[in-house]
């Protein structure tokens, strides 16, 4: 009779441990995952854009100052690269755009090899989006010092008389006079600081001969 009681009392404790585990598991644990869920739809909001991603507790993001302007002239902000995170995809009410952030790293240090007084856009021409009118866009370009996204590739040749373009991403280089400095297909850094350091150089010796 004592050897059933002691059994009962065993498994009495037992399923009060439980009990007690799985409550302090739903009230806290959960609620504190809930907390860091609510921080980043806070921190999606303040740069009034939703950031998605596959699975938002596995990303650690932080804002930086990479700006990017789409061809509505909405302004959008990027994370800083980390070693989870290798894409994310703007939300936009027309589109979907999935930024690749090596090339905006590469963006950001392309810019340094213009003289400060430059003011320069860099365009990326992505996605197959509803063609918009050259005027919005020349609109945001003369505003702009920074980045804009082109959405709609088929379209990039009228508004600057380039050949077609084949590819999802395309880079222009321009200066504060709307003229091409440098365009290129899934470019190579090294070799575009290069070019944009000789067009430097040519516009010094023109100067000079002036």
Known sequence: MKGKKKYILKVIIILN?????FFYYNVYFKNKINIFNHKIEKKSTNISKQISMNNQLEYNYILSDYKLIDILGNEILITKKNSK????????????????????????ELIKEFDNNEIISILIIMGNIPKKQKDILLKIQKKLNGFIVISNKEKVHDYFKLSEIKYDIYCLILDKNNNVRFSGIRFDLEIMKRIIQNEIRKNSLLMEVK
């Open 17 to 21: 441990i439980s009990y007690l585990f």
């Open 85 to 108: 995170l290798k894409y994310i995809e703007i939300i936009q009410t027309d589109s979907v755009f999935t930024i690749e952030l090596d090339y905006l790293i590469s963006f950001n």
